[in-house]
């Protein structure tokens, strides 16, 4: 897919479609790592593991209970 760079309040912004970002399961709401190797530039979402999302889990379980 091909898209422009747009400016925008003086920065340089991509729109990314929404089924783009529904295909990497991503929204507005998304933080996300931004990375270069001088050519491209690649956005990493980043996601708590599965561990941490069942400790956390375990954690709130265990505070409901007191």
């Given at each position: 897919?091909?898209?422009?760079?747009t400016?925008?309040?003086g920065?340089?912004?991509?729109?990314?479609?929404?089924d783009l970002?529904?295909a990497?399961?991503?929204?507005?709401?998304?933080?996300?790592e931004?990375?270069t190797?001088?050519?491209?530039?690649?956005?990493t979402p980043?996601r708590?593991?599965k561990?941490t999302?069942?400790?956390k889990a375990?954690d709130?379980?265990a505070?409901a209970?007191?």
């Amino acid at each position: 897919m091909r898209q422009k760079l747009t400016m925008i309040d003086g920065n340089l912004v991509v729109q990314f479609n929404e089924d783009l970002l529904r295909a990497a399961h991503m929204d507005g709401d998304t933080e996300v790592e931004v990375s270069t190797d001088g050519e491209s530039i690649t956005l990493t979402p980043l996601r708590e593991s599965k561990q941490t999302t069942k400790l956390k889990a375990i954690d709130l379980a265990a505070f409901a209970k007191k």
